[in-house]
Each structure stands twice: as C-alpha cells, then as structure tokens.
C-alpha cells in the first residue's frame, strides 16, 4: 500500500527458511489491494502465487539465485534499455543529495520471455540503476537491480514502493550486519540469540545520545548506567558500578 508500511516479524527455526516461513506469514495478512515487497530470498515461485492468491500485487527482487530467470532478464533489458542504443527510456530519472541518480525502466516485453512464462501474474520486469557517491571517500558506486512485478501503478508509485523496502533493508538487515555484525555471532541458543537481536534493536532506536551507532554499541558495553536506561528506564547505578564512556 503506498501510503502505509508494514512489517511483521518471526524468528525462523534453525531447521527451518524463510522461504517456509514467508508463505505462512502472507497467510495470516489481508493483502487485497497491497503492494508486497520482498527480497531475493523471497522471489519464488510458490510465494509469488501465494501473493497472487491474496489479490495483492508484487515486487519480487531477482538476482543470481534464480539462475535462468537472472540471466535472461539481464540480457533482455541490456537489449531493451540498458544499452546505449536501447530503445526504451528511462520511466523515471531524479537526483537528490541524499540519495543520488536513479533510474527505472519499464520493460513488459521482458515478462513474455521463455525463462519467465510460468511465474504467477508476471506482468512487468524493472529495472532501477542507482548512482551514488560513498560516504567518506571519493568512489562512485553504480548497481542495477532487477524486480519481477505484477503492478501497473504509476513509476511514481513503484518507486516509491521500492525505496520503502531499501529502507528497511538499509536500517534493519543492514545495521545489524555491519554495524553489529550479527551473521559473525557464534550463539547457537535460541534465547541468547533473540535476547542480542533484540538489544541490538533497542540501541539502534536510541536518539538521547549524540553518538554514532557504532559509539552507541560501545557506550553499551562500557557504561552500566547507559545499559540501565535502554532496558529499564531512567534507573541510577551506583557510582562505583560506573563505567564512564566519552565519544
């Protein structure tokens, strides 16, 4: 839904997947008239008629682990838009400072090729190239991402539906990867894990202090009084169990 973002979480059983997962949780949503974005562990066939199945629509990311599919729409837009002579254009272009160039082409043609003629409600293949400069260095990064979508909204709409999910990606998944390198945990207990996930999330909302997240992740570990606050408020420690912290 354009004008609305929700996001449910469930902790997966270390036998399970989220591909398992993803179809249960679609179940217990109303998804009729909704747009439903999902990464490339989410791009698969049963999901994608189980989001077809709810009269919702869909943006599915579609990278490597598709193998086939990847490739030929890779192929195809290069023809289609991509290259310099490509005969499509962009369907939206915009820079800003905050989030640099970005492009999105529209490419319908593409959900008729053989690679893709039994996916669920296809109706459009994009994809979107972002342009920007890294922080703190003078590199430019250019990517494209491809998308299998059964919407016909506006490009407007489309975007703005994708750079939804990135925020999500770029402030959860993201955060938890890189700043708190949570894929190097060596935890294996059910309880230690979700305890830590859940701390992590805890310090990542934090705003009272002018640290950066990283700052904030050490503020944790080193000030017994900071620790207090996060899980229960505004309690004193007693000045010998205080570990002063400056940033």
Known sequence: MPGKVLTHQRAVD?????????????????????????DAMGC???????ILEQQADSILALKGNQGNRHKAVVNDCAAACLDVSA???????????????LRAWVCPEASELAAL???????????????????????????????LTRCDDAPEVLIQAVRRHWAI??????????????????????????????????????????????????????NNNYMARLLFGCIKMPVSAENNFNA
Request: charged content about 30%.
């Open 14 to 38: 270390g036998k399970s997947s989220e591909i398992i997962v993803i179809p249960e949780r679609l179940e217990s949503l109303s998804l009729a008239g909704n747009i439903v974005t999902l």
């Open 169 to 222: 990606e770029n402030s959860l998944h993201g955060v938890l990867d890189v700043t708190f390198r949570a894929d190097d945990a060596r935890s294996r207990d059910k309880v230690a894990t979700r305890s830590f996930a859940l701390l992590f999330k805890i310090v990542r909302k934090d705003k009272s202090k002018k640290f950066s997240l990283r700052g904030r992740r050490q503020n944790t570990s080193w």
């Open 87 to 101: 005969p499509l254009k962009p369907v939206y272009d915009a820079f800003d400072d905050t989030h640099g160039r």
């Open 117 to 147: 003629r039994d996916w669920p409600g296809i109706r459009n293949v994009q994809a979107i190239e972002t342009i920007r400069r890294v922080a703190h260095s003078h590199e430019t990064q250019a990517e494209i991402r491809y998308d």
């Open 44 to 50: 698969q066939h049963v999901i994608a008629r189980k």
